[in-house]
């Protein structure tokens, strides 16, 4: 213990040591200042991602009896499935909404009457269902047919019956339809399927994530395919059978700058190279693939690099002793050490290029699909991009799709790190 005459404990010491531990005290506070802050910040974004996306998971329809008549569908009586395609369903549904509501007669009231519903969307519906099976003119059908997107806010409180009729879309003569169907049990709210299943649409009740979702996948598949097996492959040559020289120096560096390049540069890249050069297919999951995985690779490379360098080089030496050439040191014995981590890394790679949006926008992914792509070289969209698309969309609908598109992103993007650190934790060794 330092006596009273040592210079610890003099009163400039004392003074010096006491602002030490105050610099500390401010630097903790500042410290969880920060955290706090960060963390209200997520709590903000996802409670307002929630709050408006999780709407978009319930959707009304309308449940309605629908006489499917021959003389407006098939005059001809030939079954015809191209002249079926043709007809005017439209009519058709028109007939069953002025058959549940006959007082309605004035023109501008039956065009009321006909906004409650999907106006292309309960069409569109019994002209499939007729298409696949002729057979059904003549007869009279029940069916569940989507109600507009204006009446879907509506029952979901987002269009308040209390302002004035002018300052809202919706009359307060289709309230009243709507209440009245509502009471009856004709409108009800269900789990919206839709909105995994159908592809992108004008109309926002019927659009879904079906379609930029296997175009997801497809563009994944292809990143996966160029970026995992040349990724890896340089890793091991760099990290084992490159020679130490300044050009070996110069692709090293040059792997680390391109792994900071913003991912707009790879777009310009695969427009200049794939699209105008080569000709390929423009929007195709193959070019958005190519240029992902152009994005992956460095990725791809430091990591599997940085597991490389993790295992002990005791074990490649180990090999090497009983007479293992350098090949099969490596190949047998360190790069399957390195396996988990090599996956992780891999795993990460693709949940990265998975949220990827700007590079896409550039070869021309930002297109308007309504078919499921059925190959990598369709045509087609990704998630990211269609929630892009979404949010330039003014109307309270389109605000909950693009809410909903990001809640779905975020699962698997949570999903696909979640099970890339499960995966770490399950296999990786400890030296």
């Given at each position: ?17 006491k602002k030490r531990h105050a610099k500390e005290r401010r630097f903790k506070a500042f410290g969880l200042l920060a955290i706090g802050i960060a963390v209200m910040a997520l709590f903000w974004l996802l409670s307002t991602v929630l709050g408006n996306g999780l709407n978009a998971f319930i959707q009304h329809d309308m449940t309605m009896d629908v006489e499917l008549t021959e ?182 560096i040059n792997i680390n700058n391109l792994a900071a390049v913003p991912s707009i540069i790879f777009g310009v890249l695969g427009l200049a190279i794939f699209i105008n050069f080569i000709g390929m297919p423009r929007s195709a999951p193959i070019v958005g693939g190519l240029v992902l995985g152009l994005r992956a690779l460095p990725t791809v490379i430091i990591a599997t690099r ?126």
């Amino acid at each position: 213990m330092p006596t009273s005459d040592s210079i610890h404990a003099s009163e400039f010491a004392l003074k010096r040591l006491k602002k030490r531990h105050a610099k500390e005290r401010r630097f903790k506070a500042f410290g969880l200042l920060a955290i706090g802050i960060a963390v209200m910040a997520l709590f903000w974004l996802l409670s307002t991602v929630l709050g408006n996306g999780l709407n978009a998971f319930i959707q009304h329809d309308m449940t309605m009896d629908v006489e499917l008549t021959e003389s407006v569908l098939d005059p001809s009586g030939v079954r015809d499935p191209d002249e079926l395609r043709k007809s005017n369903y439209r009519r058709i549904i028109q007939n069953s909404l002025y058959e549940r509501f006959p007082d309605v007669t004035d023109r501008k009231a039956k065009r009321q009457l006909f906004d409650v519903i999907s106006s292309s969307g309960a069409p569109n519906l019994i002209r499939q269902m007729v298409y696949n099976n002729p057979d059904l003119v003549g007869q009279t059908l029940t069916i569940r047919v989507p109600t507009s997107d204006d009446v879907d806010q509506l029952l979901k409180g987002n269009i308040s019956r209390d302002v004035s009729e002018d300052r809202r879309k919706i009359s307060d003569q289709q309230i009243t339809w709507v209440d009245a169907l509502v009471e009856t049990g004709e409108i009800k709210s269900r789990f919206n399927t839709g909105f995994f299943t159908n592809t992108d649409s004008r109309d926002a009740e019927l659009a879904g994530i079906g379609g930029s979702f296997i175009g997801s996948l497809m563009t994944l598949l292809v990143t996966a395919c160029l970026a995992i097996p040349i990724g890896i492959g340089a890793a091991i040559w760099l990290d084992e059978f490159a020679p130490k020289n300044r050009f070996v120096d110069f692709i090293e560096i040059n792997i680390n700058n391109l792994a900071a390049v913003p991912s707009i540069i790879f777009g310009v890249l695969g427009l200049a190279i794939f699209i105008n050069f080569i000709g390929m297919p423009r929007s195709a999951p193959i070019v958005g693939g190519l240029v992902l995985g152009l994005r992956a690779l460095p990725t791809v490379i430091i990591a599997t690099r940085a597991t490389l360098m993790a295992v002990p080089q005791s074990i490649r030496d180990g090999a090497l002793s009983i007479g293992a050439s350098h090949i099969q040191a490596v190949f047998h014995h360190k790069v399957p050490q390195a396996g988990p981590g090599i996956l992780t890394g891999s795993i990460i790679a693709m949940a990265q290029a998975l949220g990827e949006t700007a590079p896409l926008l550039m070869i021309g992914m930002v297109n308007f699909n309504t078919e499921i792509p059925n190959g990598i070289t369709d045509s087609a969209t990704v998630l990211p991009v269609q929630i892009f698309m979404w949010a330039g969309n003014a109307e309270r609908a389109w605000v909950e799709k693009t809410s909903a598109g990001i809640i779905v992103l975020l699962l698997v993007l949570l999903l696909i790190n979640g099970f890339a650190i499960w995966l770490r934790n399950r296999l990786e060794k400890r030296w």
